[in-house]
C-alpha cells in the first residue's frame, strides 16, 4: 500500500502548455510538500501546505500553483510551461513539519 | 541560509567494506537530520532520522551520527553490499514549522561486486 503516490509518472507535452501533477498520501500527515530536482539531481523545495494553508513559498514562478482540497491531497499546475521546467517534481509528506518526511515516486516532466 | 555539503561526492568500493558519508551543514540551529537514498529513477527512501537532541541512530547495518554543534553528520555503512548503491542525500531541518528540508547534493555510492 503505497504511502505518498503521484500521479502521472511520466509527461511529455508541449511549451505553452498548461498540466497538472497529482498527489495523495495515506499516511495521516498534515503537511505537504512538492520537490523539484533539476538536471543535476539537485533537490529543492518548491512548496509546503499545512491543514490546508500555503506555509512556505520559495522563488517559484506564480506559474506554478498547488491546490489541496483535502489534507491527504496536493496537486501541482503549472501554467504556460517552459522548457526550464522539464525536471523531475516530487511530493512528499510529514507529520507537524518536524517529522520524518516520505515521499512518492516522482513525476518526471518534459517540456519541448 | 541553510547550506549543505557532502564529501565525498562519488565513491566505489568493493563489496564488505565499512564506509563513512560525511555531511556539513551551516546553520546549526536544527530541530533534526534525515538520510535519504535514492536509487536511479526512483524517489528518496527514508534510511534514518536523528532529533537534534540525539548524538545517533542507528538502523540495520546504518548508524548515523550528529554532532549539531560543529555542523556535522555522518553515516557509517558496515559490510557493505551491492544493494547499497545509490545516491546518498543529507538534510538538515531548520526554521520553525513546515519551512522543509534543505539537501545536500549527495554521495553517489557504488559497491563492487
Known amino acids: 500500500d503505497t504511502a505518498v503516490s503521484q500521479t502521472p509518472k511520466y509527461l511529455v507535452t508541449q511549451m505553452g502548455n498548461d498540466k497538472s501533477i497529482k498527489c495523495e498520501q495515506n499516511?495521516?500527515?498534515?503537511?505537504m510538500y512538492w520537490y523539484k530536482q533539476d538536471s543535476k539531481k539537485f533537490l529543492k523545495i518548491m512548496f509546503s501546505?499545512?491543514?490546508?494553508?500555503?506555509?512556505i513559498n520559495e522563488t517559484v514562478p506564480n506559474r506554478f500553483s498547488p491546490k489541496s482540497p483535502d489534507k491527504a491531497h496536493l496537486n501541482l499546475h503549472i501554467n504556460s510551461l517552459e522548457l526550464g521546467d522539464s525536471a523531475v517534481y516530487f511530493c512528499?509528506?510529514?507529520?507537524?513539519?518536524?517529522?520524518?518526511?516520505?515521499f512518492g515516486e516522482g513525476s518526471r516532466l518534459t517540456v519541448l | 541560509k541553510q547550506e549543505v555539503t557532502q564529501i565525498p561526492a562519488a565513491l566505489s568500493v568493493p563489496e564488505g567494506e565499512n564506509l563513512v558519508l560525511n555531511c556539513s551543514f551551516t546553520d546549526s540551529a536544527i530541530y533534526n537530520l534525515q538520510w535519504f537514498r535514492q536509487d536511479p529513477g526512483k524517489g528518496l527512501t527514508s534510511l534514518l532520522l536523528i532529533q537534534s537532541s540525539q548524538r545517533e541512530q542507528t538502523s540495520g547495518r546504518l548508524n548515523a551520527s550528529l554532532d549539531k554543534s560543529s555542523g556535522r553528520s555522518t553515516l557509517y555503512i558496515a559490510a557493505s553490499q551491492p544493494g547499497d548503491s545509490a545516491t546518498y542525500l543529507c538534510a538538515p531541518h531548520s526554521g520553525g514549522g513546515a519551512d522543509g528540508l534543505t539537501f545536500g547534493k549527495g554521495t553517489h555510492l557504488i559497491i563492487q561486486p
Open positions: 512528499a509528506s510529514s507529520q507537524a513539519g518536524f517529522g520524518e518526511l516520505f
Open positions: 501546505y499545512n491543514n490546508k494553508e500555503l506555509i
Open positions: 499516511l495521516g500527515h498534515d503537511t
